[in-house]
Structures are given as C-alpha cells and as structure tokens.
C-alpha cells in the first residue's frame, strides 16, 4: 500500500482544515486506516483511526470532539477533518495503514506507531495565533 497525503497548511486558530490520504493498491478496503501527527522535538502520536468499512472510530483525548475521521473506501481515500484547530495541532501528519494487523479500531494497540504497516509522507498543518 502507497499513501498520499495532502491537505495541509497554514490556518488560524479556530479554523478548519481537512486532510486527505489517497492510497494505491487493493489493500486499502482490507486495511484499518489512521492519522498520527509529530510535532518538532516531539515522538509522532495518534490522532484517530477508522475500522475498514469504516464503522468504527477512534480518537485521542486531545482531538476527540473537533477531529472527524471518514474514508470512502470507493475512491481509496481517508479523510481528517479538523475544526477548532489549536496551536498545538501545529504539526506534520502522517497517515497510515494496517493491513498485517489482527487488533481492533478502539484498542490500545491501534495508538502505537509500530502497529501500523504503511505510512504517507507526511503533510504539515500549521496552526498560527
């Protein structure tokens, strides 16, 4: 699986913001899709996952609320949309695929960067005050 991300970009604080990761290859409909994020001088954290047919969700205490993750399995794609946005959202965003993995969206594994099989690039969000 290859991941693309885009989306990302210098907003104010309060403002919106959706990112987007476009995958390549079959798998993408048999994976469990997520975001992490890392800020400078900071190890890469979770944001939020999304279960393959996309039914399940999960997120970070500090995302839950104004964070929604979405996929649309048809175009390959999965979607975070950010409102609110902080400051500390101030980072770059990577998303991510499990597609070897045998735990559930929800569990505590699914927060850790070395359960996931596939990363993107990468795509900054910079929030300013």
């Known amino acids: 699986v290859q991941l693309q991300a885009s989306g990302g970009g210098l907003v104010q604080v309060g403002n919106s913001l959706k990112l987007s990761c476009m995958a390549s290859?079959?798998?993408?409909?048999?994976?469990?899709m997520g975001w992490f994020r890392q800020a400078p001088g900071k190890e890469r954290e979770f944001v939020a996952a999304i279960s393959r047919l996309g039914s399940i969700t999960q997120y970070a205490d500090s995302v839950r609320g104004r964070f929604t993750i979405s996929r649309d399995n048809a175009k390959n794609t999965v979607y975070l949309e950010m409102n609110s946005l902080k400051p500390e959202d101030t980072a770059v965003y990577y998303c991510?695929?499990?597609?070897?993995?045998?735990?559930?969206?929800?569990?505590?594994?699914?927060?850790?960067?070395?359960?996931?099989?596939?990363w993107g690039q990468g795509t900054l969000v910079t929030v300013s005050s």
């Open positions: 290859g079959s798998a993408f409909g048999n994976s469990r």
């Open positions: 991510g695929a499990a597609y070897y993995q045998r735990w559930n969206i929800g569990s505590a594994r699914a927060m850790e960067v070395l359960e996931w099989d596939y």
